[in-house]
């Protein structure tokens, strides 16, 4: 049973994701990943097994493969128009911190929503 529970979260939270985009534009690819993870339920859900791979070193394991995933699709974003490596890395690794730590944010944004606020943060990444 908890194999299939990651199998639904790896299928729900980063394949369909990722499928459901696959004919776009790299950079619009990675605006509809942006809006498509972000719904509270699928981030709940990916915050759970982060919380269980603490705990479960096989959960440790297929999270980071995913993890890897991910971070190999924003490789490739930010590697379309950008070739510095170390800059691709960078940006990525900020991206990804973004989505997975936005829930933690508890600080005001001075006129904006919260939302409003990690769009910014999302689209100032892509500036070349």
């Known amino acids: 049973m908890l194999a299939e529970m990651l199998d639904e ?19 619009e ?15 709940r859900i990916d915050l759970a097994v982060r919380a269980w791979a603490r705990h479960d070193e096989a959960v440790a394991e297929r999270l980071r493969r995913i993890d890897n995933e991910r971070m190999d699709f924003l490789r490739k974003v930010f590697g379309s128009f950008l070739t510095d490596p170390d800059e691709i890395e960078a940006r990525s690794t900020l991206a990804f911190a973004l989505a997975i730590g936005r829930h933690f944010i508890a600080a005001d944004h001075r006129g904006r929503t919260k939302h409003e606020a990690i769009h910014l943060a999302g689209e100032h990444l892509l500036r070349r």
Not at 18 to 27: E, H, I, M, P, R
């Open 9 to 27: 979260w790896e299928r729900r939270c980063t394949k369909e994701i990722l499928d459901s985009v696959a004919g776009d534009g790299v950079v």
């Open 29 to 43: 690819q990675y605006r509809r990943v942006g809006q498509l993870s972000f719904s509270e339920d699928l981030h």
